[in-house]
């Protein structure tokens, strides 16, 4: 069974960068469709980013140009880095895992394998 895990949240002022990992996802980049979304308070679940099987990447207009998610080379995971944080970008951040290998997008409804979450928090 997969369980993913994400770590690197933290507490970051804003202009600032943080490094987001998202673990356990073994030999599957490149078989599924993988994502990074994020909940603020009383908000609802947003996408983030997503990374096709064919190595193309979605990324919600909030985001484009300051965050960017590749497949860590190194290990078996995936990376969320975060630039040029805002207060606004303060939630907690998922790592989620689709049964689809095509059509990856930013829609929650499209993933059904979902870690804990890390906290991500920027002050201003």
């Known amino acids: 069974q997969v369980r993913l895990a994400e770590y690197g949240g933290g507490s970051v002022q804003a202009g600032g960068s943080l490094r987001l990992s998202c673990t356990g996802t073994?030999?599957?980049?490149?078989?599924?469709?993988f994502a990074w979304f994020r909940q603020a308070p009383g908000k609802e679940r947003e996408g983030v980013a997503s990374l096709g099987t064919d190595g193309s990447s979605i990324y919600a207009s909030p985001v484009k140009g300051r965050f960017t998610m590749a497949e860590d080379n190194a290990k078996p995971a995936l990376l969320l880095q975060m630039n040029s944080l805002k207060p606004e970008d303060t939630a907690m951040y998922y790592c989620?895992?689709?049964?689809?290998?095509?059509?990856?997008?930013?829609?929650?409804?499209?993933?059904?394998?979902w870690g804990q979450g890390t906290q991500v928090t920027v002050s201003s």
């Open positions: 073994r030999n599957h980049v490149g078989n599924y469709c």
């Open positions: 989620a895992r689709g049964p689809r290998f095509d059509d990856c997008n930013l829609f929650e409804g499209a993933y059904n394998v």
